[in-house]
């Protein structure tokens, strides 16, 4: 898999979707604007958006770290005493996509915060489905009312 990035300007709150180096020995990123221009923005201007390899429910758009998504998956409750089985799906609203580790041990993760709680994405079946995409955190900070 090629890792696929987003990129948020910092300085003109701008979101690049075309990333074509992540150069460490000049500290910066370089990017494609709207016209199509290369230009290099400093790390510390810079918000890398890692793309979780999934798209939201329509297959259009990729989601990545900083999406306000609602959150759809299909489960199944096993009854050890009828041996039978029921489906259902659960469904969570209004969270931003986040990549990152809680604990210095862990591994980084994508994941999203529920109740005050860590929640990484491996930890619920998800599928391209799933995901019914609201906005970002950047450029839709208005949604983030909802999720505070």
């Keep these: 898999m090629i890792p696929m990035f987003r990129v948020w300007d910092k300085k003109y709150k701008q979101m690049h979707k075309k990333v074509a180096v992540i150069d460490y020995t000049q500290h910066g990123v370089a ?17 890398l958006l890692p793309s979780t390899g999934f798209t939201d429910v329509e297959g259009e758009i990729e ?27 659960e469904e969570i609203k209004n969270v931003v996509i986040e990549y990152g580790s809680y604990d210095e041990e862990l591994a980084p993760a994508f994941y999203f915060i529920t109740n005050e709680e860590y929640v ?23 949604l983030l009312e909802v999720y505070e």
């Design 63 to 89: 989601i990545h770290a900083g999406d306000i998504v609602n959150l759809h998956w299909f489960i199944y409750v096993c009854d050890p005493i009828s041996l039978g089985a029921s489906e259902g799906e």
């Design 31 to 47: 990017v494609y604007d709207e016209w199509d221009n290369l230009r290099l923005l400093d790390f510390d201007d810079a918000a």
């Design 120 to 142: 990484p994405l491996t930890a619920i079946p998800l599928h391209d489905g799933s995901f019914e995409y609201l906005g970002n955190k950047f450029e839709h900070p208005h």
